[in-house]
């Protein structure tokens, strides 16, 4: 079993950053894949990065490519994102997910707001 919470959302002016945290609780944090995904209103969730259990090898969204950035620290049980040059698109929910066995994201997070003004 796994528990995600996740923090640091916000309002933020665009071309700024804001960096989210995504704190588990569970033993096997550290064996799992992590995931960032979002959901705008009226959209469906969208995936936007990932990151093994070691930590590299980190995919992403091209819509996020080179302005998004996942880490992760696993001797603090924590999944990070951040978010540089944001933009009013970039506006949902952000939601950390653990994928323990490398074919499903099992466990998320409540989700953490983040709005980008112009």
């Known amino acids: 079993q796994l528990q995600l919470v996740e923090s640091g959302g916000g309002l933020v002016q665009a071309g700024g950053s804001l960096s989210l945290s995504c704190a588990a609780s569970?033993?096997?944090?550290?064996?799992?894949?992590m995931g960032w995904f979002r959901q705008a209103p009226g959209k469906e969730r969208e995936f936007v990065a990932r990151i093994n259990w070691s930590g590299s090898s980190p995919s992403y969204a091209d819509s996020v490519k080179g302005r998004f950035r996942i880490s992760r620290d696993n001797a603090k049980n924590t999944v990070y994102l951040q978010m540089n040059s944001l933009n009013p698109e970039d506006t949902a929910v952000y939601y950390c997910a653990a994928d323990p066995t490398g074919r499903k994201y099992t466990y998320w997070g409540q989700g953490t707001q983040v709005t980008v003004s112009s």
């Open positions: 569970g033993r096997t944090f550290s064996n799992s894949a």
